[in-house]
């Protein structure tokens, strides 16, 4: 929650922030993006990310750039990290009575991808960064979006990108906490106190066609979140923020983990940030310079 309304002058507190949806591998397109604002010498005053955008965000808050960022996504996001499988969720399934099935329930352990994410980050804490981030999760118990603006790296993105079903969720101050794809998948409105925001986010393809189970769920859940985002879309706008949505001129489909694609996708990043640059700083020349003092706000952690 805020203790001002987020709308409210005095509540501005950020010129620019950087939005980065869920997207797979493409989220490392956000980097591109803000390497190419950083040569104009523009930079974010917050990051704000869903699931992969929360981790690739990370990296950019953190400060890093270029080959060494690119790198260390790869590192970070590979399809290794969803191949070791719960050998008891199977039993589960079967008898879920005598093995406890639960809302913990996930088919794959995260534990490569904690010690991944710990490799990079370590004990560093979210209020430790050199640029403020935003991470996005959702509570499993009641659906709501928890945005994470304290505590360690590792536990946040860990919650950020626990798909249900797929990995456990993360118990962070004793509230279970998983992908924040659910509740907010371009999570514009936790920019609210900036009054411009650079989105990049990843509307989600229909299947061509629906002949099983599986497509149908795909169609369901693309339905569902893409409307999400653009209903977070139109209500920023309306309340007068200036949202700048780039999007991607990629040539090629991408897989979800074609960590090979990395180098490819920080390109087409750094040009879709070329592309709209004129707009943006036009739009940051517009933009009224902060109050202070301001109230700070305070996300539910």
Known sequence: MWHEEPSSPRARKHRLALVLGSGGVRSIAGQGIADRLAREGI????VVGCSSGALFGAQIARGMQGQAAVSMATTLWSAELTQKRRWLAYLQLIAPRMTGFGTGFALRDDQLIAK???????????????????????????GQAVVLTQGRVVDALRASMAVPIIFPSVCIEGRHLVDGVLSDPLPIGVAADASVVVALGFPGGMPRRVDRLSRLVAQTSTTLINNLMEARMG????????????????????????TAAMPYLYEVGWRAAEARLLDIVAALEQAPKPLEPVAHPVFLE
């Open 235 to 258: 209500a920023a706008r309306a309340t007068g923020q200036k949202v700048i949505s780039l999007e991607l001129d990629m040539d090629r489909h991408v897989g979800l983990w074609e």
């Open 43 to 46: 930079s974010p005053d917050v």
């Open 116 to 142: 991944r994410i710990g490799e990079a980050f370590g004990d560093t804490r979210l209020e430790e960064l050199p640029t403020p981030l935003r991470v996005v999760s959702t509570e499993a118990a009641t």
